[in-house]
T-cell receptor
Framework: SAVISQKPSRDICQRGTSLTIQCQVDSQVTMMFWYRQQPGQSLTLIAT?????????ESGFVIDKFPISRPNLTFSTLTVSNMSPEDSSIYLC??????????FGPGTRLTVL | KNEVEQSPQNLTAQEGEFITINCSYS?????LHWLQQHPGGGIVSLFM???GKKKHGRLIATINIQEKHSSLHITASHPRDSAVYICAVRYNYGGSQGNLIFGKGTKLSVKP
């Protein structure tokens, strides 16, 4: 299994500012996934972060808005830039385990005023 | 369009009741996941299925590949089972695996 921690667990931010969310895994993993869950909605994949290469973004998400870093095999950050109230969501990081089992972090609950 | 549909959206039960949550999907998949999300937002993986049935404690998950349908059952429900239960599938795309596609979740509330 993989144990994932995220920081911060929650934050309230002002419109126009940026927030960086950290994700730490207790084991080395090839791919890390960043998801967004808007209120009342299902999880949506923002991007896949591979160590040593640029993140792969899903349709509707761009690097300028959601820059991602992946400096090593246990850590990644997601930045939500120039925030607006529509960015209020839970942001989760996730990794694949052996046999494609999924492990998720505790989530970061973001509120943008 | 590849979608994952869950029913019901909301479910209220009395403690001790048997609960069933349903999930249907549209095309061939390589795996189906049942996840549990507590109010704080964190998600725990309950089951990963590609066929048949799995049981863990009071939880049972079944999948019917032909009917493209899965169910999550909770026996002897308890207030601590109150959470959002999410179905997610990984579709097959010509032999390669796609990303996980998530249902909107079923919000379960078990009353004492």
């Amino acid at each position: 299994s993989a144990v994932i921690s995220q920081k911060p667990s929650r934050d309230i931010c002002q419109r126009g500012t940026s927030l960086t969310i950290q994700c730490q895994v207790d084991s080395q993993v090839t791919m890390m996934f960043w998801y967004r869950q808007q209120p009342g909605q299902s999880l949506t994949l923002i991007a896949t972060a591979n160590q040593g290469s640029e993140a792969t973004y899903e349709s509707g998400f761009v690097i300028d808005k959601f820059p991602i870093s992946r400096p090593n095999l246990t850590f990644s950050t997601l930045t939500v830039s120039n925030m607006s109230p529509e960015d209020s969501s839970i942001y989760l990081c996730s990794v694949d385990g052996r046999g494609n089992e999924q492990f998720f972090g505790p989530g970061t609950r973001l509120t943008v005023l | 369009k590849n979608e994952v549909e869950q029913s019901p959206q909301n479910l209220t039960a009395q403690e001790g009741e048997f609960i069933t949550i349903n999930c249907s999907y549209s095309v061939g998949i390589s795996a189906l996941h049942w996840l549990q999300q507590h109010p704080g937002g964190g998600i725990v993986s309950l089951f990963m299925l590609s066929s048949g049935k799995k049981k863990h404690g009071r939880l049972i998950a079944t999948i019917n590949i032909q009917e493209k349908h899965s169910s999550l059952h909770i026996t002897a429900s308890h207030p601590r089972d109150s959470a959002v239960y999410i179905c997610a599938v990984r579709y097959n795309y010509g032999g390669s695996q796609g990303n996980l596609i998530f249902g909107k979740g079923t919000k379960l509330s078990v009353k004492p």
